[in-house]
């Protein structure tokens, strides 16, 4: 997601980096890039125009720190001005203990509205409220029931009734009624109509069940890769039914992110939550500034923690400490960690979240880490117990069978094997740090090239492109090779 953004402000940070100080002329020049950007997102042209010039009044006022430079300066007042743009933002559905809480689900067709509600659903379930779900959307004859698979998924009751003898007033206010009944329930959550676009009757409809329900919390779907459009049926809403909330779908899709960054200027609703996966438990609070951070490629190392505490089982975490200390870290050990690792979603989306690793997939672009660790996993899995216990044993032959088994190449065997000596005496050295701390550790050999993937990929395919890694390698040579000419020519002397 926000690719295009990020890409305009690198640019525009790296021109403002060669410049002793920020001035109008390089400030201007700067801007320029970061605005065509902004709008190649679909960002509202007001938003993106009302951004620059707060940026710009900043950058150039007397506020300035002299310790910084230009660009560290730029960065900073950036990423503040894009924290106020989205932000603030309450994530709390304020939910009561005693009584019924009721909240109103609204939303164009298309949106992601009913999978939402269910998402909403498990949320509520896993803080400890027993949720139902009403299917009040009567307009698309596949609601109902993708409502009522949703809910056996979760565990979670579905009030429905037949369309063609209710209607969407009368299906809420039964739902009520249902949920009252049966005692237990303390969310209600109405799935409501949607429409192919804002209309009067939509809009009639939904206002007579705020009038009669009067619930607690009304928050509307917005598809984010609809940009500007998203934007102008969430005024429209807004102005309709006084939103609480926006929850952002298919964020995850959306590599231009308008949509994030126009909502709350325009409409003043701030965006509760995000979508960012078609599973069930793939919404996440929205965080103004975590996400100005991935915008601006400083990586987001808090929601990634988060990831890690519920990707990661803490039993076996412990046990594989353990290990580590004692010098036992196993190749099977090694495939369990890439196991929960993948659980924390996409490779590519963690790698981003690591801060100094967001453009590495920018500058090698042929990076496949999904099928590159399906590689080692391959690989591993042909080897015997025995081999994945004690490495060392793997000789040419065996090297080539494993290799056979897993459909890969012996030197891509070879390779895993030296990645994992170098992998096993460091991770015995983080054994004892905190989760934060190994953060730090890993981003610092990811930089210093030990786990740069894209070093790791060209090696495996034999690839003669020269990266990070390569570079530092060619260069460090070169160093060497001068020192050793300098000491003959005083040897020859």
Same mark, same amino acid.
């Given at each position: 997601?926000?690719?295009?953004?990020?890409?305009?402000?690198?640019?525009?940070?790296?021109?403002?980096? $060669?410049?002793? @100080?920020?001035?109008?002329?390089?400030?201007?020049?700067?801007?320029?890039?970061?605005?065509?950007?902004?709008?190649?997102?679909?960002?509202?042209?007001?938003?993106?125009?009302?951004?620059?010039?707060?940026?710009?009044?900043?950058?150039?006022?007397?506020?300035?720190?002299?310790?910084?430079?230009?660009?560290?300066?730029?960065?900073?007042?950036?990423?503040?001005?894009?924290?106020?743009?989205?932000?603030?933002?309450?994530?709390?559905?304020?939910?009561?203990?005693?009584?019924? *809480?009721?909240?109103?689900?609204?939303?164009?067709?298309?949106?992601?509205?009913?999978?939402?509600?269910?998402?909403?659903? $498990?949320?509520?379930?896993?803080?400890? =409220?027993?949720?139902?779900?009403?299917?009040?959307?009567?307009?698309?004859?596949?609601?109902?029931?993708?409502?009522?698979?949703?809910?056996?998924?979760?565990?979670?009751?579905?009030?429905?009734?037949?369309?063609?003898?209710?209607?969407?007033?009368?299906?809420?206010?039964?739902?009520? @009624?249902?949920?009252?009944?049966?005692?237990?329930?303390?969310?209600?959550?109405?799935?409501?109509?949607?429409?192919?676009?804002? !209309?009067?009757?939509?809009?009639?409809?939904?206002?007579?069940?705020?009038?009669?329900?009067?619930?607690?919390?009304?928050?509307?779907?917005?598809?984010?890769?609809?940009?500007?459009?998203?934007?102008?049926?969430?005024?429209?809403?807004?102005?309709?039914?006084?939103?609480?909330?926006?929850?952002?779908?298919?964020?995850?899709?959306?590599?231009?992110?308008?949509?994030?960054?126009?909502? @709350?200027?325009?409409?003043?609703?701030?965006?509760?939550?995000?979508?960012?996966?078609?599973?069930?438990?793939?919404?996440?609070?929205?965080?103004? !500034?975590?996400?100005?951070?991935?915008?601006?490629?400083?990586?987001?190392?808090?929601?990634?923690?988060?990831?890690?505490?519920?990707?990661?089982?803490?039993?076996?975490?412990?046990?594989?400490?353990?290990?580590?200390?004692?010098?036992? =870290?196993?190749?099977? !050990?090694?495939?369990?960690?890439?196991?929960?690792?993948?659980?924390?979603?996409?490779?590519?989306?963690?790698?981003?979240?690591?801060?100094?690793?967001?453009?590495?997939?920018?500058? *090698?672009?042929?990076?496949?880490?999904?099928?590159?660790?399906?590689?080692?996993?391959?690989?591993?899995?042909?080897?015997?117990?025995?081999?994945?216990? *004690?490495?060392?044993?793997?000789?040419?032959?065996?090297?080539?069978?494993?290799?056979?088994?897993?459909?890969?190449?012996?030197?891509?065997?070879?390779?895993?094997?030296?990645?994992?000596?170098?992998?096993?005496?460091?991770? @015995?050295?983080?054994?004892?740090?905190?989760?934060?701390?190994?953060? $730090?550790?890993?981003?610092?050999?990811?930089?210093?090239?030990?786990?740069?993937?894209?070093?790791?990929?060209?090696?495996?395919?034999?690839?003669?492109?020269?990266?990070?890694?390569?570079?530092?390698?060619?260069?460090?040579?070169?160093?060497?090779?001068?020192?050793?000419?300098?000491?003959?020519?005083?040897?020859?002397?």
């Amino acid at each position: 997601m926000f690719e295009g953004i990020t890409t305009g402000l690198k640019s525009a940070v790296s021109l403002l980096g $060669r410049g002793g @100080k920020l001035t109008e002329a390089n400030i201007r020049d700067g801007l320029a890039q970061v605005k065509q950007s902004l709008l190649e997102a679909d960002v509202h042209y007001d938003v993106a125009t009302a951004f620059i010039q707060r940026v710009s009044s900043q950058a150039l006022g007397e506020q300035l720190l002299k310790s910084l430079r230009p660009d560290q300066q730029f960065v900073g007042i950036v990423h503040q001005e894009l924290v106020n743009l989205m932000g603030p933002t309450d994530h709390s559905l304020h939910l009561r203990r005693d009584g019924l *809480n009721i909240i109103m689900m609204c939303g164009l067709q298309g949106s992601g509205k009913t999978t939402t509600c269910g998402k909403l659903a $498990r949320m509520v379930k896993e803080a400890g =409220f027993s949720p139902m779900l009403v299917a009040a959307d009567l307009q698309r004859p596949a609601a109902i029931e993708q409502l009522k698979v949703i809910g056996q998924q979760l565990g979670v009751p579905v009030y429905s009734e037949d369309p063609a003898k209710s209607n969407p007033l009368l299906v809420c206010q039964n739902g009520r @009624k249902a949920a009252q009944a049966a005692g237990n329930i303390k969310v209600l959550i109405l799935d409501t109509a949607g429409r192919l676009h804002v !209309d009067l009757a939509l809009m009639t409809e939904l206002e007579q069940i705020d009038r009669k329900l009067q619930p607690d919390q009304i928050l509307l779907v917005c598809d984010s890769m609809t940009g500007q459009d998203a934007v102008t049926s969430a005024k429209a809403f807004n102005d309709a039914l006084e939103v609480d909330g926006v929850v952002l779908t298919k964020l995850d899709g959306d590599t231009r992110g308008g949509a994030a960054l126009s909502i @709350k200027e325009v409409t003043g609703v701030p965006i509760k939550y995000i979508g960012v996966g078609e599973q069930l438990d793939k919404l996440e609070p929205f965080h103004p !500034d975590r996400m100005a951070g991935r915008i601006l490629g400083m990586g987001d190392v808090v929601t990634l923690f988060e990831k890690a505490q519920e990707a990661f089982d803490a039993d076996e975490v412990e046990k594989q400490q353990q290990k580590m200390l004692q010098g036992k =870290f196993t190749l099977d !050990d090694f495939r369990n960690q890439m196991k929960q690792i993948r659980r924390m979603g996409p490779l590519k989306d963690i790698i981003k979240m690591i801060p100094g690793l967001g453009g590495l997939f920018e500058s *090698n672009p042929d990076i496949d880490a999904e099928s590159d660790m399906g590689r080692i996993e391959a690989i591993i899995g042909s080897m015997t117990g025995e081999e994945r216990t *004690n490495p060392d044993r793997i000789d040419r032959s065996r090297r080539h069978r494993i290799a056979r088994g897993s459909g890969t190449e012996p030197a891509d065997v070879n390779r895993l094997l030296k990645d994992f000596e170098g992998m096993s005496s460091m991770m @015995k050295n983080m054994a004892g740090l905190g989760m934060m701390d190994r953060m $730090r550790a890993v981003n610092q050999l990811a930089k210093g090239g030990m786990l740069d993937p894209g070093a790791n990929l060209r090696a495996m395919k034999g690839s003669t492109k020269s990266g990070p890694v390569d570079a530092k390698a060619a260069a460090e040579k070169k160093k060497k090779s001068r020192k050793d000419a300098k000491k003959q020519k005083k040897k020859n002397r």
